[in-house]
């Protein structure tokens, strides 16, 4: 079960921890609040997409979404200098374009689990 979500550095959030419900969770702001980023940075921790440094917030030096999931935490780590992601302290480097398998087999999702606002139900 998704617990928490917490994004530093992401795009346009400095910071914004958000404390998942176990059966619905619902996120609601004005245009251009950063609801959409939101979504992406769970889709970057979850499936290391996009790659490269386009999630860093401006003027940032690093950014950096956790997850508890269970009793689990997996944190996805980005700067010029650091590329990598941490499982309960555990850190997996030169992974390239793939999350490491002990991450996968916890989140167990794939590209299907995301809906953008423009795909049908």
């Known amino acids: 079960m998704l617990k928490s ?14 404390d998942l419900d176990p059966h619905i969770t619902t996120i ?3 245009s251009y609040a950063g609801k959409s980023t939101i979504i992406r940075a769970l889709k970057w ?7 490269g440094l386009s999630v860093l917030r401006w003027g940032s030096k690093q950014a950096r979404v956790s997850l508890t999931v269970d009793e689990h935490k997996i944190t996805r780590i980005r700067s010029k200098s650091k590329n990598l992601y941490k499982l309960d302290g555990h ?3 030169a ?15 794939t590209e299907i ?3 953008g606002q423009h795909h049908l139900p």
């Open 5 to 18: 979500l917490t994004i530093r550095n992401f795009r346009l959030h400095k910071k914004i921890t958000i």
């Open 91 to 93: 850190k997996y480097e």
């Open 95 to 109: 992974f390239g374009n793939d999350v490491p398998n002990d991450v996968t087999k916890i989140l167990n999702v």
């Open 28 to 30: 609601v702001g004005k």
């Open 113 to 115: 689990n995301f809906q």
């Open 45 to 51: 921790l979850c499936l290391n997409k996009p790659a």
